[in-house]
C-alpha cells in the first residue's frame, strides 16, 4: 500500500491543487458534466462523448458506452461541481493502486518497486489535468494502464481477475475511439493466456468468476446495444463503417514514427511535451531522429524474442507480457495510421496512451532482463548473506531494512519531483469566474424551478469555454436547456426544435442582446498565461454576463 500510494503521488497532488483552485467542469468538461447529471433521469445518454468520426462517416457518432458519466454521476448531480474532479482523481489513484498490486502479485518487490518508479515518471509525460480530468481522452488513460497489469495476470492464470478486466476494459472502451483496438487487443491476450494455462496447468474453478464477468458486460454495454436496436444507422453500425471506410488516412509511415516518439530513445513517457497536443501531433508527423528509429527497431525484435523465449522456457509471465508489449505497439501504430488526414489534429489526444504503450515495453524489457539475470544474483546474494551472518547475527536483517528504506526512498523521491514539476491546469484560470457564476446563480435563481428556457450564447475569446460551464450550472437547477444545434454535444432532449419555453437565458461578453433583460450574474476573467508550456494564447479580459427574460408571448 505504501509503494502504491508513493506512485500514486502524482495524481494526488495534481488533484488536490485543482481542488485548491476551485476545479470547475469548463468546455468539453461542462458538457461532460452535464451529461453525466442525465444519468439519473429519463433521458439518460446511452452512448459516450461526441466524436470527430462523424466527419468521417457523415452522421452523429459518439464513443462508444456512457459509463464515464456513470462514474461522475452521484457528485454531478448531488455534490458540488469540484466534487467531478475529486472523483476522477480518487478514480486513477485506485487505477495505480491496482497496477503495483498486481505488480506485486506477479513479480514480487523488485517488480513492484520497478512499476511504481515507471507509473510515477510516466506520469510526467501528461498534461497534469490529466490525472484528475473528466475529459474522456484523459479520464481513460490510467485505468487503461490498469487493464495492462490485470490482462497480463489474466494470461498467466489468475482467474479471479476476469471481472474486474471485463469493467475496466468496458470503461476503456467506452471513453474514447482510440482506446477500442488497444482494449480489444488485451483482452483477447489475457484470454488466450489464461485458456492455455487452464489447459496446462492447475483447474481451479472458474465458472464463478466468468458469470460474474458476463454479468458486468451484460450491465456495461446494455446502454449502447439499446441505442443500436434504437436508431438506424446505430453507434455501433457507425462506429464499424468509419472503421472500415476507404478514406484518405494518415498511412503505415505516420504508425511508424507514431510508434518509434513513443518507445524509441528517449521514450515520450520519460518526456515532457512542450506542447500536449501538437507534440503528439508531430510525432506522426515529424520525421524520428536515426538513433530513435533504430532504437525502436531494437526494442520490437527483442520483444519478439523474449516472448519466444519465454514460451521456450515456460515462463509465462515473461511471455505474455512481451506479447502484450507487441499488440500495445501494433494497436499504436494503427491509431494512427488510420486517423483520416483531414482530422490529423485529433492526434494530439488520441496518441496519448502512447506513453502507457512505451512504459510497459520498457518495463517489460527490464524486468525480463533482470528475471534471466536473478539466479546468478540470487546465488551470490545468498552467498554473501550468510558470510555476513556468520560474521555477525542479524547483519542480514539490517541490510534487507536498508535496502527496503531506499527503494522506497528512491520512489518517493521521483513521485515528489514529478509532483512538483506539475504545472496549472489548462483551464485553470476559468475555475474562479465559473465558481463565482455558481454561487451567484445559486443566491438569484434565474427562473422557478423545472422550467424550460431557450439558452442563447454569444461568449468567445478567453470567454468561450464558459459557454458549456454555464449549460452544466443552469441544468444542475433543474432548468430544461433548449438550443439550435445541441443535438450533436448534448443530444436531442436539448435541441429547440419545436418545444415551446418560457424563459430565454442570455449569456454573453459584450453589447447585451436585450436591454430588458435582467442581470442573474456577472464575472470579470482574464487569461494572462499560458496554460501549458508553448501553448499560443492571447492575453485578454472579458466581463460574462447572465441575464433572464420572459418568452415572448406565442404569435396569433
Not at 500500500?1 to 488533484?15: D, E, I, K, Q, Y
Not at 514480487?108 to 474522456?136: K, Q, T, Y
Not at 488497444?182 to 483447474?203: D, N, Y
Not at 468561450?464 to 444545434?485: N, V
Amino acid at each position: 500500500l505504501t509503494v502504491g500510494v508513493l506512485a500514486a503521488l502524482p495524481v494526488l497532488v495534481s488533484t488536490i491543487r485543482a481542488l485548491s483552485e476551485n476545479w470547475m467542469p469548463a468546455g468539453d468538461q461542462g458538457i461532460i458534466a452535464t451529461r453525466a447529471y442525465d444519468v439519473f433521469s429519463s433521458h439518460a445518454p446511452l452512448v459516450g462523448q461526441y466524436s470527430l468520426v462523424s466527419e468521417v462517416v457523415g452522421h452523429l457518432t459518439y464513443s462508444p458506452g456512457p459509463m464515464l458519466y456513470w462514474l461522475i454521476a452521484l457528485p454531478a448531480r448531488f455534490g458540488s461541481p469540484h466534487a467531478i474532479g475529486l472523483a476522477i482523481g480518487l478514480a486513477n489513484i485506485l487505477a495505480v493502486l491496482a497496477m503495483v498490486t498486481v505488480a506485486r502479485a506477479r513479480g514480487g518487490v523488485p517488480l513492484m518497486l520497478a512499476s511504481a518508479l515507471a507509473i510515477a515518471l510516466m506520469c510526467r509525460s501528461f498534461m497534469p489535468e490529466a490525472l484528475h480530468d473528466p475529459w474522456n481522452p484523459s479520464a481513460g488513460l490510467l485505468p487503461f494502464a490498469a487493464l495492462v497489469f490485470l490482462c497480463w495476470s489474466v494470461a498467466c492464470g489468475e482467474v479471479r481477475l476476469v471481472p474486474a478486466v471485463a469493467l475496466v476494459a468496458s470503461f476503456s472502451a467506452q471513453c474514447q475511439v482510440a482506446f477500442l483496438a488497444p482494449t480489444v487487443g488485451l483482452v483477447i491476450v489475457g484470454l488466450a493466456g489464461l485458456l492455455i494455462s487452464r489447459r496446462t496447468g492447475e483447474h481451479r474453478r472458474a465458472w464463478p468468476w466468468a458469470l460474474a464477468a458476463v454479468i458486468i458486460l451484460a450491465a456495461c454495454w446494455a446502454p449502447p446495444v439499446i441505442d443500436q436496436i434504437e436508431h438506424s444507422p446505430g453507434n455501433f453500425a457507425l462506429l464499424y463503417e468509419a472503421a472500415t471506410r476507404h478514406s484518405h488516412k494518415m498511412g503505415a509511415s505516420a504508425g511508424w514514427r507514431a510508434l518509434v516518439h513513443a518507445i524509441g530513445v528517449p521514450p515520450r513517457w520519460l518526456r515532457v511535451p512542450a506542447d500536449p497536443f501538437d507534440t503528439r501531433i508531430s510525432d506522426a508527423t515529424a520525421t524520428p531522429s536515426l538513433p530513435a528509429t533504430i532504437s525502436a527497431a531494437v526494442l520490437l525484435l527483442a520483444l519478439s524474442l523474449t516472448a519466444l523465449g519465454g514460451f521456450w522456457r515456460r515462463r509465462a509471465d515473461i511471455a505474455w507480457a512481451a506479447v502484450i508489449a507487441l499488440v500495445l505497439s501494433a494497436a499504436f501504430a494503427a491509431v494512427a495510421e488510420s486517423t483520416p488526414s483531414g482530422s490529423y489534429k485529433v492526434l494530439g489526444y488520441t496518441l496519448w496512451w502512447g506513453s502507457i504503450a512505451g512504459m510497459w515495453v520498457w518495463l517489460t524489457l527490464a524486468w525480463s532482463l533482470y528475471s534471466v539475470l536473478a539466479g546468478p544474483l540470487r546465488a551470490r546474494l545468498r552467498h554473501s548473506q550468510q558470510a555476513a551472518q556468520d560474521g555477525s547475527p542479524g547483519q542480514h536483517a539490517r541490510l534487507r531494512l536498508a535496502g527496503g528504506a531506499l527503494s522506497l526512498l528512491a520512489v518517493g523521491a521521483v513521485a515528489l519531483a514529478v509532483s512538483l514539476a506539475q504545472g496549472h491546469d489548462a483551464h485553470s484560470s476559468e475555475y474562479a469566474p465559473i465558481t463565482s457564476l455558481d454561487e451567484q446563480l445559486e443566491r438569484s435563481p434565474l427562473t422557478p424551478r423545472h422550467s424550460t428556457i431557450w439558452l442563447r450564447t454569444t461568449l468567445g475569446g478567453v470567454a468561450s469555454p464558459l459557454s458549456q460551464a454555464i449549460k452544466y450550472l443552469l441544468r444542475r437547477e433543474d432548468l430544461r436547456i433548449l438550443q439550435y444545434g445541441a443535438m450533436a454535444r448534448l443530444g436531442p432532449w436539448y435541441e429547440i426544435d419545436h418545444h415551446r419555453y418560457s424563459y430565454v437565458v442570455y449569456a454573453y461578453d459584450g453589447k447585451p442582446p436585450d436591454a430588458k433583460a435582467r442581470i442573474i450574474a456577472q464575472v470579470s476573467m482574464s487569461e494572462a498565461r499560458a496554460p501549458y508550456p508553448g501553448a499560443k494564447t492571447k492575453p485578454g479580459t472579458r466581463t460574462v454576463t447572465v441575464s433572464v427574460a420572459p418568452a415572448a408571448p406565442p404569435r396569433r
